[in-house]
């Protein structure tokens, strides 16, 4: 039978170190190889600099993730666990609305309308030309 | 309009109803969840924030979430570091979430999804079993701790399992934890003769928790004990008085709980019974002198009077269970005419006084058993205005007995019986 998680020792706290915190392991990471890779990666971080991956003031070692690890894994360390995190709340998937991204509208082809053109250009007016020479000499 | 589209729209308001609900419940989850949250995105197990929003509303892990945020604080900020504990009900969200079968289930189900295969029943059990033992741990092991020197706090943590809403027998488990030791201790004291010690040992934790049925129960015993060893003595009641008076300190706080009403459980009344009989011998043994001013006397006999009827109700048996409490109704009937001799003597008419006389003659035998009965009684009975004819009857059958009984002085003999015996005559001459 596991330790009870909620026996007094002085200075601890049962809510700020469960192993989710410890391997910062969201509680609905599903399936084995997704919390395993976590948990490698975890032991990764904390053996290269335990300092930037405190909890609650508190450096976890590679032991203590290994602890942590083989508590998640274990049904009745894991629900003892559970019990102590809150529920993720997050959006439910049917109530989110996806935005699609604005659709890609292909600019139209540069077609010349001759007939349009026609029309915007002024009419052919009569020109009077300055006879610059006389006629026939 | 018929009545299927009536319904049809019914049915449209209904649903659009449970959706809006759905949604504002989950609305406030997600908003309170992100509460949790400090500013560097770390999650917290409490916000002020988040426990308010989630008291005013929230989906189904609602209890669950404030379970985890009270029980935190209760952690971060325990009692002794308060000057002045106050009840903070950091259990009761946990009670809840133990009761609700829908809880477990939901966590039955999320924990076969992420591990991958179907949770076993059997640890779930297990687990949620335990949990009240769980919880209520730390709390006994702070109320050890704070015993000698801290019995308000030892108080305090005793009353927050009490008051936690958990199911009774795991609320009565905890408390018989809290007195095992002790109880064993004690037994060990009495055994050796050492009473006082087993007091000693029993008084903190019964200032912790004052109707502990063991630890009364406990205190009980020791006092039996010691009294029925002590009564072969001629003086016993002499030398009884301070371990008397120590018991009913240490009882007054039980005795209160229990209230006029409420019956004890039929093992500490059993042994409440006894007690009661020697307190209340011990009051008339030593407080008991007609000699002594009618009021001293009235306070006297009424509060033997109150500790045997109290041990009669207790156990209407009692004179049955061994033969130191075979004269109980006899001490019964005496303090009772007493407590009419001393009316009489502050003067209080004939209506007062009877109704104490009745009482005791409801037990005729006995009082013509009893010398200082039947002596109380001719008094009582001599010094009312009128009687009825069952009192004169009485009379002159405590005359005849006092006329037998050879420890009767000789001028009584001689004197006050012919005396007695012709005032009866001429009174019941006056009774039709």
Known sequence: MADNPWAWQDGRNPYTWTPFQVLDLPPDTAGRAAIDARVRKRRQRVARAPERYSVFGREPTVADVNEAAEQVRDPEARLLAELRTHRPERIPKGDQVAVPPPPEIPLPPVVVNTDALSRLAPPPAPRHFERLWPHGE | MSDTWTTAADLRGIVSAL?????????????????????????????????????????????????IAHHHRFYEHPPHAEASPRHSDHLKHWARVHGDDSFWARMRSHLSTVMGEPFPEDVLRSVRRRLPRDLFAPHLTLAEQALPTRPDLASFHLTEIQRSGFPASAIAEARKEFATETVTAALVAAREGRHDDALDALRPRLAADPDNPDLVRSLLFVCRKRMEALVIEEDWHHRSGPFLERVTDLLAPYRAALGTTEAPPPPIAAELARVEFFLGVNVLRTRLDIEKPPATLLEGAHAAVARLRQAFQLNPDLESVSGIYRG?????????????????????????????????????ETVLTNPDSYQLALMVILGMAANTRAELDLGVAAVEKLQDNPATPPEIRRVALPRMRSELANRRMRVR
């Open chain 2, 328 to 364: 109980a109704r006899g001490h019964l009937t005496t303090a009772l005419l007493a407590v009419a001799y001393a009316l009489q003597g502050l003067g209080q008419g004939d209506a007062v006084a009877r109704r104490y006389l009745d009482e005791a003659l409801e037990h005729r």
């Open chain 2, 19 to 67: 959706r809006a609900k759905i949604s504002a419940e989950k609305a406030v989850d997600i908003e309170a969840y992100r509460l949790l949250h400090d500013e560097n995105g770390d999650l917290r197990p409490a916000a002020d924030s988040a426990i308010a929003l989630w008291e005013s509303g929230g989906g189904v892990w609602r209890d669950h979430h404030l379970a």
